[in-house]
């Protein structure tokens, strides 16, 4: 009996239980991934992120190899092609089983769900496991048995899940007698090298030991200090696994075992880093939780679904200034062009651009996420989603409408020093540090080449808060 291990936003060889799995119960394994340029393409994924997902899945090749497995990477155009080709591939190799990983987004869903009945027509049987999250989205529900729209509920359930299902280690199996798919069903490797960028330079490693080393220095030094410095740019607090974890390099059950070997289940309480790191992660689970039982989050719309019919504007200059770091708000201006330099923005500061975006320009928020997709190494849908609807106070767990952040006093609040702006906007370093975000104490008599702030704080607050009253009044009326 042969099983196909299909790979997809899981690129690690280790906590990854369809391999493990396989590798146990099967005499011969082999892997698969797809490229597909044009499913990537129309998710509007950055290339950093593309190179990274990239360089990771060679590597990937590499320590899977050492270990008797072979990972064969095909391209197809996107995933309509994927069921046919599966087939192809199981027919032709005589594989009885393919094992997987879930993936909760909506297209996904619909792919392996037509894999899974293609294959089934074959008499070939599909196992699918859950690593994608700690715990799994479809095993919460609240007392109604209803999901779980809020945060803090959600976490309180979700840490009794974790502590009933602590996760333990996962040692390699037995090595391996693989399969190498024919040629003629592979495409080049040579055809993935075009999204390649080098970014390993600028601090993304792919490879498995270089990435444990990251986990192991935040989780023996700076995961202390997380609590108090996770909100300052300057100060690198945060563990920057992110981008990790959207391509599944490594595995949020992965993280919570190192957690557990270092301090225990201390972990699971209190105020200490390592738990308020934990409930991060915990919030990357909920948006995927969130868009599991509320698939659609994926069709572009609203959480809270009246929202869909908000009147946004529509002026691009206002959206072209915003992606160019050209607002004339010192912070937002630093936090989009060190995204647009870096790939990487900061949790504080997506908060402050994102608020900025949607409450100061009124400018859709579909239009940043979007931006932001298209620039992040870490984009991920869930996340991203998430974040937007989130700040557009159209999603869950959503900060009233009024609640809008104020530029000036959160860059004085976590960049006191202009530590990270100075990084960025180099022309203000002239600029009285006390001063540097406020620009509209500076800009009038300056000649620095830093344009005037695009819209008045005061003023833009105000037509916002008016703007969403008046459609919240109009839809009252309605219903
Ligand atoms: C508007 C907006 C857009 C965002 N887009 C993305 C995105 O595309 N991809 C993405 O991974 N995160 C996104 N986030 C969440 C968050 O900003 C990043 O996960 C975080 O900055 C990653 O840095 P880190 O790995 O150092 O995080 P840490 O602080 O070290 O946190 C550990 C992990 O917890 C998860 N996490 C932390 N904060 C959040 C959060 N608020 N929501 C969901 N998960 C979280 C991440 O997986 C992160 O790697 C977005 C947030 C906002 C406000």
Redesign the pocket.
């Known amino acids: 009996m042969s099983a196909l291990v299909w790979f997809r936003s899981d690129l690690r060889g280790v906590w990854h239980s369809p391999l493990t799995y396989a590798v146990a119960n099967h005499q011969t394994v082999t892997a698969v991934f797809f490229i597909t340029p044009q499913q990537w393409q129309h998710y509007g994924l950055a290339p950093i992120k593309l190179d990274l997902l990239v360089r990771r899945l060679l590597q990937l090749k590499q320590e899977l190899a050492d270990k008797g497995v072979c990972l064969n990477i095909m391209q197809v155009a996107d995933f309509a092609a994927i069921p046919e080709k599966l087939k192809a591939i199981c027919t032709e190799q005589r594989i009885t089983h393919l094992y997987l990983n879930a993936e909760y987004e909506l297209d996904e869903r619909r792919r392996d769900q037509k894999v899974k009945a293609l294959l089934a027509e074959q008499g070939i049987v599909t196992g699918i496991f859950h690593d994608t999250c700690m715990v799994r989205p479809d095993q919460q529900l609240n007392k109604e048995g209803k999901p779980y729209k809020v945060f803090t509920p959600y976490f309180n359930q979700w840490l009794a899940h974790l502590r009933n299902d602590l996760p333990h280690s996962q040692p390699w199996q037995a090595v391996q007698l693989t399969l190498s798919l024919p040629e003629a069903l592979l495409d080049s490797d040579n055809s993935i090298q075009r999204y390649m960028q080098n970014a390993d330079e600028m601090g993304w490693p792919a490879a498995s030991s270089a990435l444990d080393e990251k986990i192991d220095d935040f989780l023996t030094d700076a995961v202390s200090r997380y609590a108090q410095s996770?909100d300052f740019p300057a100060q690198h607090g945060?563990?920057?696994?992110?981008p990790y974890?959207?391509i599944g390099a490594v595995a949020p059950r992965q993280l919570a075992h190192s957690m557990l070997i270092r301090f225990g289940e201390a972990m699971l309480d209190g105020s200490g880093g390592a738990h308020v790191?934990l409930r991060?992660?915990a919030?990357?689970d909920f948006?995927r939780y969130v868009m599991f039982h509320f698939p659609h989050l994926c069709m572009h719309r609203c959480f809270i679904e009246k929202y869909d019919a908000f009147n946004w504007c529509d002026d691009r200059n206002l959206f072209d200034a915003w992606c160019q770091g050209q607002t004339g708000y010192p912070i937002v201006d630093a936090a989009m062009r060190c995204l647009n330099a870096t790939g990487w923005m900061?949790?504080r500061l997506?908060?402050i651009v994102?608020s900025f975006l949607c409450k100061h320009l009124l400018l859709p928020w579909r239009w940043?996420e979007e931006y932001?997709?298209s620039r992040?190494i870490?984009?991920?849908f869930a996340?991203?989603n998430?974040?937007?609807q989130?700040?557009a106070s159209v999603g869950t767990d959503a900060a009233p409408y009024f609640r809008i952040f104020n530029p000036t006093t959160q860059g004085q609040r976590y960049d006191p020093d202009g530590e990270f702006l100075l990084q960025w906007l180099p022309e203000l370093k002239t600029v009285p540090k006390k001063h540097l975000h406020e620009p509209q104490k500076w800009q009038a008599a300056s000649s620095l080449n830093y344009p005037p702030p695009i819209v008045e704080h005061k003023q833009a607050v105000s037509s916002t808060k008016e703007r969403f009253g008046q459609f919240l009044d109009m839809h009252k009326k309605a219903t």
């Open positions: 996770r945060s563990s920057g696994l992110s974890l959207s790191w991060e992660l919030w990357r948006y900061h949790n997506r908060m994102a940043g932001f997709m992040l870490d984009g991920d996340s991203n998430g974040g937007w989130w700040s």
